[in-house]
């Protein structure tokens, strides 16, 4: 494992305070077990990377370890060299420790590139994707997923709603996620050709708010906001916050919901031998005929 530094090439100023995100991701490494989403997103990446008629033989995947064992075990022969790197204080089981914003290899080293449940904590996300798009060769493909914006909806709604009845404010405690909209424009922005977004919904039901505040801790997802309310939370909140969701539950087992909302994005490095778009107007063929039925004008 090589360690490239903490922050030679430091984010913008931004909403997430990084020295702390790399902290909590670190100690989510040492917990034992794995994030269950770590794992079904990796499965995922498998499945979309098998799904390319293609062998990737240098693939960068940007995520936590556990993310890169499984898509290498899962993947098979359809990738060769594969280099795992993150950016946690903990990078024992990573080759590479670097910035998301200042990749540490040189320009169009990796036929595939794949970030897992990563970007939402930069802060400065299209420089990521900059440089994502800057170290793939010509016709490399990205493929990428973090939190979107329905993500923990119902955490943030009960979260606002006991702290103002019990403190009598509100401060911000879960980061804000970007939409789908947001996400294909990202992607245009930082010069991907033929971007793609799609959306994966994972709903988790869980008995224990204890249970949940494990699993967002094994991911480092905690809070990390540069702008968080710093004062210790009572044992009386967070009872309140675990009635509050089980209250808000329609189900009669005792166990609550909680969404993850996975945006999966994917575009590949500009190359002229890939297909183009036909220009508007250009069709020989009505949609009509294709389609075998008659057309009306409107």
Same mark, same amino acid.
């Given at each position: 494992m090589q360690h490239m530094g903490k922050d030679t090439q430091p984010d913008k100023q931004g909403p997430f305070e990084r020295r702390l995100i790399r902290q909590r991701k670190a100690r989510g490494q040492r917990?034992?077990?794995?994030?269950?989403?770590?794992?079904?997103?990796?499965?995922d990446a498998a499945e979309r990377v098998a799904s390319v008629n293609r062998q990737f033989d240098n693939v960068l995947v940007f995520a936590d370890p556990v993310f890169g064992e499984i898509l290498q075990a899962e993947a098979g022969d359809k990738i060769g060299h594969m280099v795992c790197a993150h950016y946690s204080d903990a990078g024992d +089981?990573?080759?590479?420790?670097? +910035?998301? /914003?200042?990749?540490a290899f040189a320009d169009q080293s990796f036929d595939l590139v794949i970030n897992g449940l990563s970007l939402h904590g930069v802060n400065d996300v299209p420089k990521a994707c900059v440089e994502i798009n800057r170290v793939l060769r010509a016709d490399g493909l990205f493929i990428?997923?973090?939190?979107?914006?329905? +993500?923990?909806?119902?955490?943030?709604?009960a979260m606002y709603e006991v702290e103002e009845r019990l403190l009598g404010r509100v401060s911000p405690r879960i980061s804000p996620m970007i939409s789908m909209d947001q996400a294909a424009q990202l992607l245009q922005h930082c010069?991907?050709?033929? #971007?793609?977004?799609?959306?994966?919904?994972? /709903?988790?039901?869980?008995?224990?708010?204890k249970t949940l505040l494990r699993d967002l801790r094994r991911m480092g997802e905690s809070n990390a906001l540069a702008g968080r309310d710093k004062r210790a939370l009572s044992r009386t909140f967070f009872l309140a916050l675990e009635d509050n969701l089980k209250n808000g539950c329609s189900e009669n087992d005792g166990k609550f919901q909680i969404s993850y909302d996975i945006l999966w994005l994917s575009g590949w490095? #500009?190359? #002229?031998t890939q297909a183009q778009p036909l220009k508007p107007g250009s069709a020989k063929t009505k949609l009509s005929d294709a389609l075998g039925v008659k057309e009306h004008k409107l």
């Open positions: 917990q034992a077990g794995h994030a269950f989403l770590y794992e079904r997103c990796a499965q +089981s990573c080759d590479l420790i670097c +910035s998301q /914003t200042a990749l990428g997923c973090l939190f979107g914006g329905a +993500s923990l909806g119902e955490l943030r709604l010069g991907f050709a033929m #971007p793609v977004i799609d959306r994966d919904m994972v /709903t988790a039901r869980y008995g224990e708010l490095r #500009p190359c #002229p």
